[in-house]
């Protein structure tokens, strides 16, 4: 069975850095792409940033230059580098990933969420 989890998260002031972790764990033959996404109350669920297995990455708009993404094939982990927050990024992260395992076919796995704040 995959599962994904996060760590990370809290409380940060404006301007503050946040690093946020997701590791896959699990019989995983390959893992393609793993991102993160997020979800502010009353919005929809949103990309932030995403590498694939070869190392390419896109980030949201509003992201790019402050967020940097991270990942180890290896150790099958993704971590998103968050500086300059705003308020605006409060929200629910997810950790999303392309994985196919075991026995299985590819399938888009979620983390349960990880919740922090950006106070003005």
């Known amino acids: 069975q995959v599962q994904l989890v996060e760590s990370g998260g809290g409380l940060v002031e404006a301007g503050g850095s946040l690093r946020l972790s997701c590791v896959a764990s699990?019989?995983?033959?390959?893992?393609?792409?793993m991102g993160w996404y997020r979800q502010a109350p009353g919005k929809q669920r949103e990309l932030v940033a995403r590498?694939?297995?070869?190392?390419?990455?896109n980030y949201a708009d509003s992201v790019k230059g402050r967020f940097t993404i991270t990942r180890d094939n290896v150790k099958n982990t993704v971590s998103l580098q968050m500086n300059s927050l705003r308020p605006e990024d409060t929200a629910v992260y997810y950790c999303?990933?392309?994985?196919?395992?075991?026995?299985?076919?590819?399938?888009?796995?979620w983390g349960q969420g990880t919740q922090f704040t950006v106070s003005s």
């Open positions: 699990g019989t995983i033959i390959s893992i393609h792409s």
């Open positions: 590498g694939t297995h070869a190392g390419d990455t």
């Open positions: 999303q990933a392309n994985i196919r395992p075991v026995g299985g076919a590819w399938h888009t796995y």
